[in-house]
């Protein structure tokens, strides 16, 4: 069988990489990319891949946002999240949206190739830089706490908003994306400060960078 693959990722030269690397293989077949997790979720529900090898930080919708989505429309896509982080919260966060895998950026050729193989079959894979005491940490985990990252104290739908606040786009533009009102924008936006206790729209910024639910630099916005 030729596993069929998605690519999302907002590196174009990262992207062409990759399929070039898996384009190789005799098994496998990238038959689609996209650039950011809304676009990976259309072309998923088009192309219905086996695999989708997807960055974790984009733009718009973030890896993890959109590997619910996909999962929730199609249970049974294999979806492998990369990443520069190690953190036990990226890995935690990756595997509660469903991922069967989580691959660090900095792995060499032959263990993407394996981590793809492996996720096509049914299998889990983690890279080994993030197993042994982050496994762990894993299953100790699940106490409701102050410690609590952004993906377990907010809504999917608060996720979406904090990103997109993060990122700079207006409460118009977030209701328009969204296909909501200005007005439950505005509603969402005060949840999610009361939640996290936090007071402006760049302490909303520096917490979703803290969190890996974006990576725009809150020095830049306007």
Do not use: W
Not at 101 to 112: A, F, I, N, R, T
């Amino acid at each position: 069988m030729t596993i069929r693959i998605v690519l999302a990722d907002d590196h174009r030269l990262f992207i062409a990489g990759l399929r070039t690397l898996l384009d190789e293989q005799p098994d496998m077949e990238v038959i689609g990319e996209a650039k950011d997790g809304r676009a990976a979720v259309t072309m998923v529900s088009d192309k219905r891949p086996h695999v989708v090898v997807m960055d974790v930080s984009m733009p718009g919708m973030n890896g993890i946002e959109a590997t619910r989505q996909i999962l929730a429309d199609r249970p049974l896509t294999n979806v492998l999240c990369l990443s520069m982080h190690a953190e036990e919260r990226f890995v935690t966060a990756v595997l509660d949206a469903g991922a069967s895998g989580y691959l660090l950026k900095d792995c060499g050729p032959e263990e993407l190739v394996g981590a793809v193989r492996d996720v096509a079959a049914g299998k889990t894979y983690l890279s080994p830089s993030v197993t042994g005491p982050i496994v762990d940490d894993l299953k100790a985990r699940r106490k409701v706490d102050d410690s609590a990252t952004a993906f377990s104290r907010l809504t999917d739908r608060e996720r979406q908003v904090l990103q997109l606040l993060a990122e700079g786009h207006s409460a118009k533009a977030i209701a328009d994306r969204l296909d909501v009102s200005v007005k439950t924008v505005g509603t969402h936006r005060e949840h999610i400060m009361k939640k996290l206790d936090l007071r402006s729209v760049a302490g909303l910024t520096k917490y979703a960078i803290r969190e890996g639910l974006t990576t725009t630099d809150p020095d830049r916005q306007s």
